[in-house]
């Protein structure tokens, strides 16, 4: 029977109890992300991992209730629990979904993510275009002197680039396209293989697309705006994503 337990929950009787469960939970999650434990296998016996991981069993029911909500296992009467495809997990789950990238070293998850993202935030941009205002143009343009005057400052430049898609996000009224467009990019931003390594010129270059996504929406052209946006998530991606993890290629020196 392998053991899923790192050595830091060793001492997990030490940490506070509202703690422990998350910290079991982390684990767990962890230990299926990696592939330490497979699609198809069965996880060890609640009596069993109690006794890895030094908590009471009832932590470790709960943990196995919170990987039965997010898709990662099934729990069997008198079958054990089984750990089941990715394609059944939650894969915008707060947990999930960086552990997932975390672990994908060809970096195919932020490109999925970066393929998601760009469709979605490219149909709000068409609905914003569709439906353009002064007010809307006015705020994207205000953005856009925001970004303009912070080209020297990386941090601000960043921060003001961000503010830029979320008010693309929160103008466009499509709530649902916000919701999931705002988890998938606030857990890209969280992971350093997402920034990678910027391109000469990458604020400029920034600058430019930005000003295209406006342009359109002030137009009022939806084809152009939806376009616009979509080309500038995925050639900002591509510019930045690490040389030596191509999908599809072996790492290259």
């Given at each position: 029977m392998s053991d899923l337990t790192?050595?830091?929950?060793?001492d997990a009787g030490r940490l506070p109890f509202d703690r422990?469960?998350?910290?079991?939970?982390?684990?767990?999650?962890?230990?299926?992300?990696?592939?330490?434990?497979?699609?198809?296998?069965?996880?060890p016996p609640e009596?069993?991992?109690?006794?890895?991981?030094?908590?009471?069993?009832?932590?470790?029911r709960e943990?196995?209730?919170?990987?039965?909500?997010?898709?990662?296992?099934?729990?069997?009467?008198?079958?054990?629990?089984?750990?089941?495809?990715?394609?059944?997990?939650?894969?915008?789950?707060?947990?999930?979904?960086?552990?997932?990238?975390?672990?994908?070293?060809?970096l195919g998850i932020l490109d999925d993510l970066s393929v998601v993202r760009g469709a979605l935030e490219a149909a709000m941009a068409g609905a914003l275009a569709a439906r353009r205002t002064d007010e809307v143009v006015e705020t994207l343009r205000a953005s856009l002197t925001t970004m303009q005057e912070n080209m020297a400052d990386s941090a601000a430049f960043r921060q003001a680039d961000v503010r830029f898609h979320i008010a693309v996000m929160e103008l466009s009224g499509n709530l649902l396209a916000e919701n999931i467009a705002r988890v998938l990019f606030?857990?890209?931003?969280?992971?350093?293989r997402y920034h990678g390594v910027d391109p000469e010129h990458a604020f400029e270059m920034t600058m430019q697309e930005h000003e295209r996504i406006v342009e359109a929406i002030d137009a009022g052209d939806?084809?152009?705006?939806?376009?616009?946006?979509?080309?500038?998530?995925?050639?900002?991606?591509?510019?930045?994503?690490?040389p030596t993890l191509r999908r599809?290629?072996?790492p290259q020196d």
């Open positions: 790192p050595t830091g929950m060793r422990i469960g998350v910290a079991v939970l982390n684990e767990l999650v962890e230990a299926i992300v990696s592939g330490r434990v497979q699609p198809g296998e069965t996880l009596a069993v991992l109690s006794q890895q991981f030094g908590v009471s069993r009832t932590v470790i943990s196995m209730k919170r990987l039965q909500e997010k898709g990662m296992v099934t729990v069997a009467q008198g079958r054990g629990t089984h750990v089941n495809a990715m394609s059944a997990w939650n894969l915008l789950d707060p947990l999930v979904l960086p552990a997932l990238i975390g672990h994908d070293d060809a606030d857990r890209a931003l969280e992971s350093t939806a084809d152009a705006a939806r376009r616009a946006m979509d080309e500038h998530i995925l050639g900002s991606w591509e510019r930045r994503r690490l599809g290629k072996e």
